[in-house]
């Protein structure tokens, strides 16, 4: 069942625990601006919220919960209650103002209808999701590295898979050829990702990785599972 995030409890970031370089990956600007792009190309796993003003959308995150319910199944399935928000961007308000003043160029996403935010609790896991529906979903698994095992190696997709998002795990076994869904885990750095399965509109990655409070404070170290779905994937920037 799953249970609401208070604001406190959502991670807002995370990073890699050693050293990579950015092959595969969307490179760092001068100035981090949230983006559809670095929320499907960088490096890390959490999905981080979307930090736009709230908009009244009750027909769009129906959209959204039906959606959510067809891709990941179990505890998502049609008529869970998902604890779910309408945002008009990625980035804040404050941001917002602060590029479109004179002599500067706005340069941030703007949805069709909005950005949606999921912050729940499943269990032991904390489920971190945004995107837009029909288009593009980012969803994040996580919880401590201490917490109990999965009866699973520590970063098999298809285990974690089938625990957390059921109505996808079939997917992975027989939906997608060898062709369309391909371990492009050695594209990568070494370490930086535990596995990395591809396929034109869906991606699935696993790894641990230090995670951040609001403030940028570490929370420990967290083994994630993300899943990214949708035709927007066709935007990700890797193998």
Do not use: K, N
Request: charged share 20%; aromatic share 6%.
């Amino acid at each position: 069942m799953l249970q609401f995030l208070t604001p406190e409890e959502v991670t807002l970031g995370d990073h890699p625990t050693g050293g990579y370089s950015f092959a595969g990956l969307v490179p760092p600007t001068s100035v981090s601006v949230p983006s559809r792009l670095r929320l499907l190309g960088g490096a890390g796993l959490v999905v981080p919220p979307p930090l736009g003003s709230p908009v009244d959308g009750p027909a769009v995150l129906d959209q959204v919960a039906a959606e959510l319910g067809d891709l990941l199944g179990g505890a998502f399935d049609a008529g869970a209650v998902l604890p779910l928000t309408l945002h008009d961007a990625l980035i804040s308000p404050e941001t917002r103002a602060q590029y479109e003043a004179p002599g500067r160029a706005p340069a941030w996403d703007r949805p069709r209808e909005g950005f949606y935010r999921l912050a729940a609790r499943l269990g032991d896991w904390r489920v971190q999701g945004c995107g837009e529906p029909g288009d593009l979903h980012c969803v994040s698994f996580h919880r401590p590295v201490e917490g109990p095992a999965w009866g699973g190696p520590p970063d098999d997709p298809y285990a974690m898979t089938a625990e957390l998002a059921p109505a996808l795990a079939p997917r992975l076994g027989g939906q997608f050829s060898p062709e369309d869904l391909r371990d492009v885990t050695a594209a990568f750095s070494p370490g930086l990702f535990g596995v990395v399965l591809s396929a034109p509109e869906l991606r699935i990655r696993t790894g641990i990785r230090q995670t951040l409070g609001a403030d940028g404070t570490p929370l420990g170290l967290a083994r994630v599972l993300r899943i990214d779905a949708g035709p927007g994937c066709r935007a990700w920037p890797g193998p």
